[in-house]
């Protein structure tokens, strides 16, 4: 943390982001951001009172299914069930509890359920590939998925996209979010695919991959990966809605 800031009255800390770790809003490898990224300066909006304290989130809000996309149809998904779990943490190692966290992902063939999903691949109907979870105390979070598929997404010449999952925490509010992909470990897409590597820093596409835990998998039941996420800092993992300061 850096000197703090002062705007209109209200002193608030500044973080200095590490450089070359985040991707570019502006990726030639990635077609589509030639046509999405801001073609004017960002404007900074300040966060007023509505803004930092509603909608309030809580673990009210949260039933068990959510956690657990195994659970949330009447019959159990195809594919191989995995457990993900890990921890929210400051830049200095601290635990961040009361995080709500979402995850969207496709299912074991690699589909989203989406109405403008177009991958032939067939829908699972007992598979949304939606959860979500608060962080605990400890800033510790846990999932039972299914290992979701690859999947083409038409950006260039047999363009087929690595497995991941999608991740979206949340703080105290809804203004309050950072979005970010999860990865797993060996996958042969990874070199190829130009959304993971359009972050600069091979260390920091290392923090994206999730790491296979014998000791977190289920006999007979479940593989078990781990994932912390670093909210800032030189650890930290990589945001889409981190923006250049160039």
Same mark, same amino acid.
Do not use: C
């Given at each position: /943390?850096?000197?703090? #800031? ?5 002193? !608030?800390?500044? %973080? ?13 490898? %990635? ?11 960002? #404007?900074?909006?300040?966060?007023? !009172?509505?803004?930092?304290? @509603? ?19 009447? @019959?159990?998904?195809? $594919? ?5 779990? $890990?921890?929210?943490?400051?830049? $200095?190692?601290?635990? #961040? ?7 969207? +992902? ?5 589909? *989203? ?9 067939? !829908? ?14 400890? $800033?510790? *979070? ?8 690859? %999947? ?28 970010? +992909? /999860? *990865? ?8 190829? &695919? ?28 479940? !593989?078990? *990966? ?6 800032? @800092?030189?650890?930290?993992? #990589? ?5 250049? &300061?160039?």
């Amino acid at each position: /943390m850096t000197a703090e #800031v002062s705007r209109g009255g209200l002193v !608030l800390p500044s %973080y200095e982001r590490p450089r070359g770790a985040h991707p570019p809003l502006d990726f030639s490898g %990635y077609r589509s951001t030639a046509l999405r990224h801001p073609q004017q300066p960002l #404007v900074l909006l300040p966060q007023r !009172l509505t803004e930092v304290t @509603g909608p309030l989130l809580g673990n009210d809000l949260i039933t068990p299914s959510d956690s657990d996309l195994t659970t949330q149809h009447a @019959g159990e998904p195809q $594919g191989q069930r995995i457990i993900l779990t $890990g921890r929210v943490l400051d830049s $200095g190692g601290r635990p #961040v509890p009361d995080t709500l966290i979402e995850i969207w +992902q496709t299912n074991a063939a690699g589909r *989203y359920r989406h109405a403008r999903e177009h991958h032939p691949a067939p !829908l699972d109907p007992n598979f949304t590939g939606i959860g979500r979870a608060m962080t605990d105390a400890g $800033g510790n *979070y846990r999932f039972v998925t299914i290992q979701p598929g690859a %999947y083409p997404w038409g950006n260039h010449h047999n363009a087929w996209r690595p497995a991941h999952i999608h991740f979206s925490l949340f703080g105290r509010a809804f203004t309050q979010r950072l979005v970010t +992909q /999860m *990865y797993f470990p060996g996958d042969p897409l990874q070199p190829i &695919d130009p959304i993971f590597n359009s972050v600069p820093d091979p260390k920091a596409r290392e923090r994206m991959v999730a790491q296979f835990d014998i000791d977190l998998t289920q006999p007979e039941w479940a !593989l078990g *990966y781990r994932w912390d996420i670093v909210l800032r @800092g030189p650890g930290a993992t #990589v945001f889409e809605s981190e923006v250049d &300061d160039q």
